[in-house]
């Protein structure tokens, strides 16, 4: 990731935010991922995104994805995306 990074930012390129998505995460990486604060790193399953995708078709109140609900944790958790997206 932080090769990803370093590469963005060579290119001009400002990276506000970097998205890890897996199946699972252990709590182990969970745990160091909160103590990487240069990368700005924050990770989702593939089945919480889905989720949250499923949660934006059904939402009438939304044309666009409000991308800024998931800059907030490291573990994204699609419970909390889907109400946020509600309100």
Partial sequence: MKSY???GTKADCKIIKSLLI????????INETELEYDLN???????SLLKILEGFKNSKK??????KLL????????DRIIKAMGK
Avoid: N
């Avoid at 897996?22 to 990486?29: G, H, L, N």
């Avoid at 800059?71 to 699609?78: N, Q, T």
């Fill in 5 to 7: 990074t370093e590469l």
């Fill in 22 to 29: 897996a199946p699972d995460f252990s709590d182990d990486f």
């Fill in 71 to 78: 800059m907030r944790d490291v573990l994204i958790k699609e």
């Fill in 62 to 67: 939304h044309k666009q994805f409000p991308y």
């Fill in 41 to 47: 790193l924050s990770l989702i399953t593939a089945s």
